[in-house]
């Protein structure tokens, strides 16, 4: 699945999703994680808060899971809506951190949210 982090560094989980310059994909797999690339979120002329958030959507709707400092409720509704389930975690949390966590929980038994998503994304498939 593909994962992508709303970030201003490419390092840690630092942005705001309306907010957040770009954001970092990597394609996470049971026992293994591969950065696929920064995608940089296009200067625009309109910055009204319906477009900030369908760019935004556009460039990651290729992706499962968005890990995020925060989020608000209509740009939740709308990432859900598109399959998508944001992650909140701490700000400035580490990108590397947040990837060692997803891989644990894929080695075990993953929790119920997780399990719902990758059952998603395979009827998806």
């Known amino acids: 699945m593909k994962v992508a982090f709303a970030t201003d ?8 999703f309306g907010q957040s310059p770009m954001f970092t994909v990597y394609d996470v797999r049971p026992g293994e994680a591969c950065f ?12 009204d808060e319906g477009s900030r958030i369908e760019m935004r959507i556009s460039l990651i709707e ?4 968005v890990f995020l400092m925060q989020i608000g409720a209509s740009a939740a509704a709308r990432v859900t809506s598109r ?3 944001p ?25 119920m949210w997780l399990s719902k998503v990758l059952k998603t994304e395979e009827v998806g498939d």
């Open 87 to 111: 992650v909140k975690v701490p700000a400035g949390s580490s990108i590397e951190d947040q990837i060692a966590r997803l891989l644990e929980m894929l080695r075990g038994k993953p929790p």
């Open 62 to 65: 290729d992706c499962t899971l």
């Open 83 to 85: 399959k998508m389930m």
């Open 9 to 16: 560094d490419g390092l840690k989980v630092n942005s705001h």
């Open 36 to 47: 696929v690339e920064n995608r940089a979120v296009p200067l625009q002329i309109v910055q």
